[in-house]
C-alpha cells in the first residue's frame, strides 16, 4: 500500500503506522511498526501479461515475450480489463496473486438512457451506464449507446471523460 503516516511522539520510538493489503485472501488492515522493524524480502515478480481469453471461470494471460500463459481465478480486475489489453501480474513463488490493469482504460458504453437532445458536454445531469465489461459507472448525459468513454480503475472505476 501507499499510505504511511510517520509518527514520532515527544516520548519514547518512532514508529509507522501504515495499511497493509494481503495479496492472497485480499483483506486490508492497518499495522503499527517501530523503528528498526525488519521484514523478509518475498519472491515477488512483476510481469506485463496480455489479457487473452476467459477459459469458464479463469483468467489467461500471456507474456509477449515467452508466450508462456497463467491462470487466475476472479477478482477486482476483471470489470476493467477487455481481450488484447496489457495488465501487471504479480505472481509469488510462482502463484498469481494480483493483477493490475492500467490505470486508464478503454470501455465501450453498452447500455444507457439515451441522451435527450440540448444535452451538451457542459451540463445536463449525470446517468448511470453499462459498459461491455459490465462495469457500471456514472457519466455525463450526452454519453450514448455505443460511445467508448475511459475510466479510472484506480479509484474503482469513475468516468474521465469521452474516448475519441
Known amino acids: 500500500m501507499k499510505e504511511f503516516q510517520h509518527v514520532h511522539p515527544g516520548r519514547g520510538a518512532s514508529f509507522c503506522r501504515t495499511k497493509v493489503r494481503n495479496y492472497l485472501t485480499g483483506n486490508t488492515k492497518e499495522e503499527t511498526f517501530r523503528n528498526g522493524t525488519t521484514f523478509d524480502v518475498p519472491n515477488i515478480t512483476n ?13 489467461v494471460f500471456m507474456d509477449m515475450e515467452t508466450f508462456e500463459e ?6 477486482d480486475f476483471e470489470k ?9 501480474i504479480l505472481q509469488w513463488d510462482g502463484k498469481v496473486i494480483g493483477v493490475e490493469p492500467p490505470e486508464k482504460v478503454t470501455l465501450e ?14 451540463g445536463g445531469g449525470d446517468k448511470p451506464a453499462t459498459c461491455s465489461t459490465g462495469l457500471t459507472v456514472t457519466v455525463p448525459a450526452f454519453i450514448n449507446i455505443g460511445d467508448k468513454i475511459i475510466v479510472s480503475t484506480v479509484d474503482g472505476g469513475s468516468y474521465k471523460e469521452r474516448a475519441k
Open 47 to 59: 510481469l506485463e501479461m496480455q489479457y487473452t481469453y476467459k477459459d469458464e471461470e479463469q483468467y
Open 80 to 88: 476493467f480489463i477487455t481481450e488484447g489489453m496489457n495488465c501487471q
Open 70 to 75: 497463467c491462470r487466475c481465478p476472479p477478482g
Open 109 to 122: 458504453v453498452t447500455m444507457c438512457d439515451p441522451g435527450l437532445k440540448g444535452n451538451t458536454a457542459s
